[in-house]
């Protein structure tokens, strides 16, 4: 997990900082940030989780999705400082970690759901997302829902058939959808003293 950077330093002095607490792919992040830096900047340009991909910067395109304690949101439209104690997963998280993929990372693979890949992580983060939401109940709505994720490369049908595998519903079963839906986040790594979880000051 990478250690948090100084997520301060174009800070005016006039203008406070805040020490916010976020929980990263399941591993505490204490930093201390400017009240106008994004989610999407503090993991990108602060923590070197470049997983996730700024695109429009405006709420448009979805290249930036991530899960808030489960639920997707645009990390762009995020300020870090209203996120304090909450769960954050991003695309680099999204594996168990023994290292086997989500089965959606797996159905993207099966079923050749990318080409450039720019917009892949928000995809994926977006269709874990509406997993957690209870999945579609039919292909309309499946687009529907997965309608604010963009790409440019137009491999729409690719991905909308990767993600119907595992969130059309009816799903397969309880048992598989309990082991394909992961409602709650990772259980976050207790700070330890080796340096696991680094404040900055
Ligand atoms: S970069 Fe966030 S929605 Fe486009
Ligand atoms: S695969 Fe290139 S933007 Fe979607």
């Not at 998280?93 to 917009?119: N, T």
């Not at 994926?124 to 292909?139: D, F, K, M």
Request: net charge negative; glycine share 10%.
């Amino acid at each position: 997990m990478p250690q948090a950077a100084p997520a301060h330093a174009s800070a005016p002095p006039d203008i406070p900082e805040r020490r916010v607490r976020l929980h990263i792919n399941g591993t505490p992040q204490d930093v201390v940030v400017a009240p106008w830096v994004t989610l999407l900047d503090l993991l990108r340009d602060h923590l070197g989780l470049t997983g996730s991909k700024k695109g429009c910067d405006h709420g448009q395109c979805g290249a930036c999705t991530v899960l808030r304690d489960g639920r997707r949101i645009n990390a762009c439209l995020a300020l870090a400082v209203s996120l304090d104690g909450q769960a954050i997963t991003t695309v680099e998280g999204l594996a168990s970690p023994d290292g086997h993929l989500h089965p959606l990372q797996q159905a993207f693979i099966d079923h050749d759901a990318f080409q450039c890949g720019y917009c892949t992580p928000g995809q994926l983060c977006s269709a874990v997302g509406l997993l957690n939401e209870g999945g579609a109940a039919t292909p309309e709505a499946l687009r529907e829902l997965m309608s604010g994720n963009l790409c440019r490369c137009g491999a729409y049908p690719q991905i909308l058939k990767a993600v119907s595998t595992i969130a059309l519903q009816p799903l397969a079963g309880d048992d598989e959808a309990d082991a394909v839906l992961p409602l709650d986040p990772p259980e976050p790594v207790v700070a330890v003293a080796d340096g696991a979880t680094k404040v900055q000051a």
